[in-house]
């Protein structure tokens, strides 16, 4: 069964600093692996994917994360931070049909002036 | 364009009662699936529907849950005998039918808070 562990459950950072969440997943097979982010009161919106193509993946509002096999790890990053950048951030990683996404634990990322 | 939208925002109920609560797909998207939140954790999953049918019902529960979309669009997620520890947010996601490009991303509704005294 497929799993995702994020290793915080709160990040604080201050606006303009990098930003770092860390993911790790557990699969029997190639996994495919996103980012969500929930800003309050707001449903979930995809940051971005890994779907086996390229491992370094760009997503909206300039955050990458980038799969690494050998770590079994998916972080999430950001060179400098926005205010706007305040919510919880989802890891998530599908079965092979895209069907069932198994959500981590969630890490709340606050931002500070 | 819409997105999937879902009511009640909130709903709140009395322990042992009836729910339902609604969820309106992205238009065109044959995908649709359920989603349970509780305080402080990240969704799980419920029920998957591709068209009409359930295709995967196994995060449902118990036999209290159940869903239904009897047209392939619009869909109700009915909980009988409410209990204290149903209370979370429900959410709803759609997506379009696999094979298609795109397919892979799931679009979430606002959710619909239910809360159970």
């Known amino acids: 069964a497929q799993s995702v562990t994020q290793l915080d459950s709160h990040v604080s950072v201050s606006e303009g600093t990098p930003v770092l969440l860390r993911c790790n997943y557990s699969s029997s097979y190639s996994p495919s692996l996103f980012w969500y982010v929930q800003h309050p009161n707001k449903g979930l919106q995809l940051l971005l994917k890994y779907t086996s193509a390229a491992t370094l993946v760009k997503g909206i509002n300039g955050f990458e994360a980038e799969f690494k096999k050998s770590e079994t790890s998916f972080h999430l990053t950001k060179p400098s931070a926005h205010m706007s950048d305040a919510a919880e951030y989802f890891c998530v990683v599908s079965d092979t049909g895209f069907q069932k996404l198994v959500f981590g634990t969630g890490t709340r990322l606050l931002v500070s002036p | 364009g819409a997105g999937v939208s879902q009511t009640p925002s909130n709903k709140v109920t009395e322990k042992g009662k009836y729910v339902e609560l609604r969820c309106d797909p992205i238009?065109?998207?044959?995908?649709l699936y359920w989603y349970r939140q509780s305080l402080g954790q990240g969704p799980e999953f419920l029920i998957y529907?591709?068209?009409?049918?359930?295709?995967?019902d196994s995060g449902l529960p118990n036999d209290r849950f159940f869903a239904v979309r009897p047209e392939g669009s619009v869909s109700t997620l009915k909980i009988q005998r409410t209990e204290r520890g149903d209370s979370a947010v429900y959410l709803c996601?759609?997506?379009?039918?696999?094979?298609?490009?795109?397919?892979?991303?799931?679009?979430f509704g606002p959710g619909t808070r239910l809360t159970v005294l």
């Open positions: 529907f591709q068209g009409t049918g359930a295709a995967d």
């Open positions: 996601a759609s997506s379009l039918k696999p094979g298609t490009s795109g397919y892979n991303e799931q679009f």
């Open positions: 238009s065109g998207h044959t995908a």
